[in-house]
C-alpha cells in the first residue's frame, strides 16, 4: 500500500464509515471502527458484483451485436461504444477491489497508532453533529444540483472536506487536496475533478461572506 500518514489513514476510515452510519448515531468510539469498516468491505463487495455484472451484460450484448449484423458500420459502432461501456465498468471494479483489499492493513495501522482511530471518529462524530451546516455549505456551491442527488462517495467525500475545513481547523487547501486524493481512489473516473470544483467554491464563498 502506498505510504500515507496517519491524518490520511484517518480520513479513508472516515469515508468508509460514513457510509454505514444511521441517521442519528449515539456517541463513537474508535472500538467501533473495526465493525463499521466491516460493513463498508461487505457493502463494496456487493458493488463490485453488480459493477462485473453490468460489465459482463454489456460484452454479451456487444457480441450479440457484432454476431447479428452484417458488419454495418452502424451496428459496428454500437458495438463497440458498448465493448467500452464493459470496460469503463470493469476498471470502476478493478479500482474497488484495489481498495478493499487495504482495509485490513488501514484498521491495523488505526490499531497501531490510536490517534488515527481518533481522528477518524472526530470527523464522523463531526459530520454528524453539524450535518446540516456542512449540507447547506455543499448546496450553496452546487451548480443546478442538490446534495440528496449527490453519488454516496462523493457527498461523503464533500462533508469530511467541508468538516475539516469548517469545523476542525485544516487549512482549506489541504482539505481541498485530501479531498481529491480520497475521490481518486473511490469516485468515478472524473469525480476527483467535480469534488475539486465544489470544494473551490465552498472556499470561495467562504472568503466573500
Known amino acids: 500500500m502506498q505510504e500515507r500518514k496517519p491524518r490520511?489513514?484517518?480520513?479513508?476510515?472516515?469515508?468508509l464509515c460514513l457510509s454505514q452510519l444511521p441517521t442519528n448515531p449515539k456517541k463513537l468510539s474508535e472500538d467501533q471502527l473495526p465493525k463499521l469498516v466491516l460493513a463498508a468491505v461487505r457493502t463494496l463487495r456487493s458493488e463490485v458484483q453488480d459493477t462485473l455484472d453490468n460489465a459482463a451484460g454489456e460484452l454479451q450484448r456487444s457480441n450479440d451485436r457484432i454476431l447479428t449484423s452484417q458488419t454495418r458500420a452502424a451496428d459496428l459502432d454500437i458495438a463497440r461504444t458498448m465493448m467500452k461501456e464493459a470496460?469503463?465498468?470493469t476498471q470502476?471494479?478493478?479500482?474497488?477491489l484495489g481498495a478493499a483489499v487495504e482495509f485490513p492493513e488501514l484498521i491495523q495501522l488505526a490499531?497501531?497508532?490510536?490517534?488515527?482511530g481518533r481522528y477518524a471518529i472526530r470527523i464522523v462524530q463531526t459530520v454528524s453533529e453539524n450535518r446540516v451546516a456542512v449540507d447547506a455549505k455543499i448546496s450553496a456551491a452546487l451548480v443546478d444540483w442538490q446534495v440528496n442527488r449527490l453519488a454516496q462517495i462523493d457527498r461523503d467525500i464533500l462533508r469530511i472536506a467541508?468538516?475539516?475545513m469548517s469545523?476542525?481547523?485544516?487549512?482549506?487547501s489541504m482539505a481541498i487536496n485530501?479531498?481529491?486524493?480520497?475521490a481518486k481512489r473511490y469516485s468515478e473516473e472524473d469525480g476527483y475533478r467535480f469534488i475539486n470544483?465544489?470544494?473551490r467554491r465552498v472556499t470561495e464563498q467562504k472568503q466573500t461572506v
Open 8 to 15: 490520511q489513514i484517518a480520513r479513508e476510515l472516515a469515508l
Open 92 to 96: 470502476t471494479a478493478i479500482n474497488k
Open 178 to 182: 485530501e479531498a481529491v486524493e480520497l
Open 162 to 164: 467541508v468538516t475539516e
Open 167 to 172: 469545523f476542525l481547523g485544516l487549512e482549506p
Open 197 to 199: 470544483g465544489v470544494l
Open 111 to 116: 490499531n497501531q497508532d490510536k490517534d488515527v
Open 87 to 89: 470496460v469503463t465498468y
